[in-house]
């Protein structure tokens, strides 16, 4: 275990941790792909309502809608830090009407004995990236990184750090940044980044690791501080916040989000949807949106974020391996 947090932290501090089935499925199911969507749309989201993946898909399915001339109801399926989400999704048929946000846990979480890999999804694009931030309770006596780094260290493994679930991008990023700093913190799991944060607001915990929508949206009203953006450079949305570097810490890690299907889907289909997402991903209001919460808005190709989630998905093997 020691090593391979170890391992993690090494990856940290050296380079940004930015912060996917049967092929046989699609044909039968399918329909008719020349005359796709013949009816509504599933978009699947892994963490709940009200966290920045949340916002992310709810964002994008506003846009897809208007493009693709069908509703699609967002279903959040929580729990096992992506875990829950991504296996419904790659077990829905490969029919075009079950599409997904897929998170950067979908390259972690198959080294964390679960069976999910990026090449059991249909890879659509990759539409952002959103650092992680470190947070207190508006009320907490922590006012700095130092504060905080200096209790834990006096009291290792006492400080509470809510995450959005056990094994996922943000209770990465607790370690990290613990083993980057020589402190050892108490990672608390919930189901999605929403609940982990107003966990920090109500006080049940002593500080909140979550992105940088979630955090500066409580951070806005006054209900939690930001103590560090573990981000190469500042961002727009806690343009006041400094990151880790710049406190002596030097940690880049956060994560990303991809737009996916299940495997097999028919090419017509695929074409069709990795259409619309870049579309959707590129349009004036996704980026308007994912800047203001503090994230990068992208719009990848399937080719280029197949290649970027593989990779990632081969980096968190040395760390979990």
């Known amino acids: 275990m020691k090593s391979r947090m170890l391992r993690l932290a090494a990856l940290a501090v050296a380079g940004t941790l930015v912060v996917t089935g049967c092929a046989d499925r699609g044909g039968s199911e399918a329909g008719s792909a ?187 009203n006054n209900q939690l501080r930001v103590l560090a953006v573990l981000a190469p450079e500042r961002v727009s949305a806690l343009p006041d916040v400094p990151t880790g570097k710049e406190q002596g810490v030097d940690v880049v890690i956060g994560g990303w989000g991809l737009m996916g299907a299940p495997a097999g889907l028919p090419d017509e289909v695929k074409q069709r949807l990795a259409e619309a997402v870049q579309k959707a991903a590129s349009s004036q209001t996704f980026k308007d949106v994912m800047t203001k919460a503090g994230n990068t808005p992208l719009a990848t190709s399937p080719d280029e974020a197949s290649q970027f989630a593989q990779a990632e998905f081969d980096r968190f093997g040395q760390i979990y391996g």
Do not use: C
Not at 37 to 55: M, Y
Not at 59 to 83: Q, W, Y
């Open 34 to 220: 020349e005359n796709y969507p013949e009816k509504d749309l599933t978009l699947v989201v892994h963490a709940g309502a009200g966290g920045g993946s949340d916002l992310t898909a709810r964002t994008l399915a506003k846009e897809l809608e208007a493009d693709l001339g069908r509703s699609i109801v967002v279903e959040n399926r929580t729990g096992g830090g992506g875990r829950v989400g991504l296996t419904y999704l790659k077990d829905r048929p490969a029919d075009g009407y079950a599409i997904g946000f897929i998170p950067v846990e979908v390259s972690m979480l198959g080294h964390q004995g679960a069976d999910i890999k990026p090449d059991q999804y249909t890879i659509l694009g990759q539409v952002m990236n959103a650092p992680a931030t470190l947070s207190v309770p508006a009320s907490s006596p922590y006012r700095t990184l130092d504060d905080l780094l200096a209790a834990a260290k006096e009291k290792p493994g006492t400080i509470t750090v809510s995450n959005s679930g056990a094994g996922a991008i943000w209770e990465a990023a607790t370690i990290a940044l613990g083993e980057a700093a020589g402190a050892t913190f108490k990672p608390v799991p919930y189901d999605g980044g929403a609940p982990a944060v107003a966990a920090g607001v109500s006080g049940e915990v002593q500080a909140v690791m979550a992105g940088v929508s979630e955090s500066a949206a409580a951070a806005a």
